[in-house]
C-alpha cells in the first residue's frame, strides 16, 4: 500500500517562494497520478495542481503562472514549486496519489503572511 508524507510548509512573506515535496513508499509511486490540494480555513478542500503518470499536468486558474506541478520517479517524489505566493495562499496543502485508490498525505501547512 502507497503511503505519502508531505513536507516543506511553513512560514513566508508574500511575494516569497516555498516548495512543497511529497514522497512516497511502499508502491510504485510513477504509476500514480499525484496532485496537491490545499484547504484553508472555513472552505472545502481544493484541486491545486496535477500531474499523470505520463506528466500531463493541470493547474487551478488561481495558481497558473505562479506554481509548477513535478515529479521525479527515481526519488519517488512529487514536488509544487509555489512562487509568488499570496495571502489567499494560505491552507493546509495535501499531496494526493491515485490508481485505483485515492492516497492522502498527513497535510503540511502554509501561511504567507508578513
Known amino acids: 500500500q502507497l503511503q505519502v508524507v508531505e513536507f516543506g510548509g511553513g512560514l513566508v512573506q508574500p511575494g516569497g517562494s516555498l516548495r512543497l515535496s511529497c514522497v512516497a513508499s511502499g508502491s510504485i509511486f510513477n504509476e500514480y497520478n499525484v496532485s496537491w490540494y490545499r484547504q484553508a480555513p472555513g472552505k472545502q478542500r481544493e484541486l491545486v495542481a496535477s500531474?499523470?503518470?505520463?506528466?500531463?499536468?493541470n493547474y487551478a486558474d488561481s495558481v497558473k503562472g505562479r506554481f509548477t506541478i513535478s515529479r521525479d520517479s527515481a526519488k519517488n517524489a512529487a514536488y509544487l514549486q509555489m512562487n509568488s505566493l499570496k495571502f489567499e495562499d494560505t491552507a493546509v496543502y495535501y499531496c494526493?496519489?491515485?490508481?485505483?485508490?485515492?492516497?492522502w498525505g498527513q497535510g503540511t501547512q502554509v501561511t504567507v503572511s508578513f
Open positions: 500531474v499523470t503518470s505520463g506528466g500531463i499536468t
Open positions: 494526493n496519489a491515485v490508481r485505483f485508490v485515492s492516497i
